[in-house]
């Protein structure tokens, strides 16, 4: 077990015990960041327009009907990047985004975080592996800050 107290609920030991205790297996350490809504956010010259999520066969929409409500979702009209916004997590409001492989490094994921904060009216919230560093960087010169970190249980 961790000897550090703020750490131990995050050990791998830990996990894997309460993971036995409860019967469900924890997913990924994530790193937990928060932005405050949208007003004063500048609108980035990157368009997202709203689409229906009907239908939609793309992993991360997928992903956030499995772990969100209320779920809407925006994706750039060339395609290349995706926005999902939910209520997560405690009801929370959550972003998730999605750049595709070959426009990636352009921008285009800080442009979708600048988004998801000028359509929130109240504070956002997004967890992030942080070995994603590429996310990670996006969000964070985006506004949003860390907060914390979390493991979710499924079933």
């Known amino acids: 077990m961790a000897h550090d107290p703020i750490a131990a609920p995050l050990g791998a030991r830990f996990l894997a015990a309460l ?15 928060v932005a405050p809504p949208g007003g004063g956010v500048p609108q980035t010259d990157i368009p997202v327009q709203e ?9 991360r929409v997928q ?21 999902t916004i939910g209520r997560g997590v405690a009801g929370r409001l959550e972003a998730s985004l999605e750049v595709e ?16 904060r000028s359509l929130a009216a109240e504070p ?11 996310s990670l960087r ?6 949003y800050r860390p907060v914390g970190a979390e493991v979710l249980f499924g079933s």
């Open 63 to 83: 992903r956030a009907f499995l772990h969100r409500t209320d779920v809407r979702v925006w994706a750039t009209p060339d395609g290349a990047g995706l926005l």
């Open 101 to 116: 492989t070959d426009c990636r490094g352009r921008g285009l994921g800080t442009a979708l975080s600048r988004a998801a």
């Open 138 to 143: 996006a969000f964070l010169t985006a506004g």
């Open 124 to 134: 956002l919230w997004a967890q992030v592996a942080p070995a994603n560093t590429a």
């Open 51 to 59: 689409v229906s999520a009907t239908g939609l066969s793309h992993p």
């Open 19 to 33: 993971a036995d205790r409860v019967g469900c297996e924890p997913g990924v350490l994530d790193a937990v960041l």
